[in-house]
């Protein structure tokens, strides 16, 4: 089992776990899109695997602009 995450930066981000990357990747991706996001816009940032735990760390500029990692 893995998990994915993608990332639309400043608009929005899904994560999903599953067997296949590919698949998985999809569906976070539709999960990042009805966020706000266009789906093209949500892009791959990780695919962790196995998945035992992850994280999501959040670093923000002080102008406002975001990112996970």
């Not at 089992?1 to 990747?25: H, R, V, W, Y």
């Not at 990042?32 to 695997?49: F, N, P, T």
């Not at 994280?55 to 975001?66: I, K, M, S």
Request: glycine content about 14%.
């Amino acid at each position: 089992m893995g998990i994915a995450f993608p990332q639309a930066p400043e608009q929005s981000s899904g994560g999903c776990t599953g067997q296949n990357t590919d698949k998985t990747l999809g569906r976070a991706r539709t999960k990042c899109a009805g966020g706000g996001a266009m789906e093209q816009d949500c892009l791959r940032v990780k695919w962790c695997y196995p998945t035992g735990c992850s994280a999501d760390l959040v670093v923000q500029h002080q102008e406002g602009p975001h990112w996970h990692l």
